[in-house]
């Protein structure tokens, strides 16, 4: 027995943890969890419990998929304090309406370590769940549907993550509310595989440094992965569908890898930076956009290579005297709009692709002149250009453009008809 009980302490749970069946009337989730040990699940009946829970020890709380927990307007339903706590297979309805606080559905607290929030159903709530500086948590396989109150600002975000380092958000479907994930001064975090509908941004990153975003799906938000104020985040294999400002954007955001993803029809820009610097586009499909790829506010020293581009309305917006090469090692990215010719056939053409000219620039600065477009003049500046490069006024130039796109593996996530 003394073997068993040294075990039992190794594992750091009880050797011999009950199930408890917990019936549906007033107060009977508090009466048992007063009575239940650390390790014991408590398996709900069906229907509605009108109670709002605090969770210091580690336990389970299973609905098993019947079970509905409102807060009935006030607070937090779930607020978890302790340890390795599971809420699983649960709907949760009913939280409060106070922003300071940030009343949510499931709220875990700094004390809360390496908590799991799985298999639940989060509708209505200000916030769905807010880890609020509980480390090594685990928020999986929920349904989280936010508020639609008619000013944004008045919602909550579907999980917010604060200093809470070794989160993990994987496989939510998350819809309406502000945002779908904001993370703001935390680190060393993983958001992937989740689903974004109908938000501002799908993915708001703030000062969290050494991150993931990557497998999500970004369909009809404002904005799909915003990652400002960060160093070092891996954000790959995305799909954003028909987002309304820009599909990704890096605002202050340094050293990052952006690779394989799939933005199609942002209205405005697939890609955007603003003072973004050292960080690598690799293999991603920007196509149906307003602007394919634009940088601003003196972004350098960022490496892209082996991107497609295709049938952006402008694929690429870079205003500078110096000419930037997107290419390396005899490979660049593909331009659906390059009348490119590849004599010798390897995949590569012939002559270098250079997407702005000297009138872009003027158009961008002074956009009344669009009224010219059509003149004489015009287009034999553009045509004298065209013939003479020497003319032209620097800016991007991909001397080893692809002959042919290539998908990423995200295409996969896009919707296809049929």
């Not at 009977?28 to 419990?49: F, H, K, N």
């Not at 916030?127 to 480390?135: F, S």
């Not at 600065?365 to 013939?387: E, F, I, N, Y």
Request: proline content about 4%; overall charge negative; glycine content about 10%.
């Amino acid at each position: 027995m003394r073997w068993l009980l040294t075990i039992a302490l190794l594992l750091g749970s009880p050797l011999w943890a009950a199930d408890w069946d917990v019936p549906n009337r007033a107060g009977a989730i508090a009466v048992t969890l007063a009575q239940a040990e650390e390790g014991d699940t408590l398996r709900l009946s069906p229907g509605i419990y009108a109670e709002t829970l605090v969770l210091s020890r580690p336990v389970t709380i299973d609905g098993q998929g019947q079970a509905t927990l409102d807060g009935q307007g006030t607070g937090s339903v779930i607020t978890v304090t302790g340890p390795d706590v599971t809420v699983q297979n649960l709907t949760i309805i009913g939280s409060g309406s106070d922003h300071k606080e940030i009343d949510s559905g499931v709220q875990l607290t700094k004390t809360a370590t390496a908590p799991q929030i799985l298999n639940n159903v989060l509708i209505g709530n200000l916030y769905g769940v807010d880890i609020h500086g509980a480390k090594n948590s685990l928020v999986q396989g929920n349904r989280i549907e936010g508020r639609l109150d008619r000013h944004m600002n008045a919602r909550g975000n579907g999980v917010y993550v604060w200093n809470a380092p070794g989160s993990v958000v994987d496989n939510n479907d998350i819809q309406y509310g502000r945002d779908g994930i904001f993370v703001n001064s935390s680190k060393k975090n993983t958001f992937t595989n989740n689903l974004f509908r109908d938000l501002r941004f799908a993915v708001h990153y703030m000062y969290a440094d050494n991150s993931e975003v990557s497998g999500n799906v970004s369909i009809g938000n404002d904005l799909g992965y915003a990652v400002m104020f960060t160093k070092r985040v891996k954000i790959t294999d995305n799909v954003s569908i028909n987002d309304r400002e820009h599909g990704v954007m890096l605002n202050y955001a340094n050293q990052s890898v952006i690779s394989g993803n799939v933005v199609i029809g942002a209205q405005q820009k697939c890609t955007f930076l603003y003072n973004a610097h050292k960080n690598e586009f690799t293999n991603n499909w920007f196509e149906g956009c307003g602007i394919g790829i634009h940088f601003t506010a003196g972004s350098q020293r960022n490496r892209i290579v082996g991107n497609s581009f295709i049938g952006n309305r402008t694929q690429v917006k870079y205003v500078s005297t110096k000419w930037v090469e997107w290419s390396e090692n005899g490979q660049g990215n593909y331009w659906s709009d390059f009348a490119a010719f590849d004599v010798d056939g390897n995949g590569i053409a012939d002559a270098p692709y250079r997407p702005n000219d000297s009138m872009d620039h003027v158009l961008w600065t002074q956009p009344a002149a669009k009224m010219l477009l059509g003149s004489p003049a015009v287009q034999l500046v553009r045509w004298s250009q065209s013939a003479f490069p020497a003319l032209l006024p620097g800016g991007v130039m991909d001397s080893h453009a692809m002959m042919k796109p290539v998908e990423p593996d995200a295409m996969k996530k896009v919707p296809h008809d049929g």
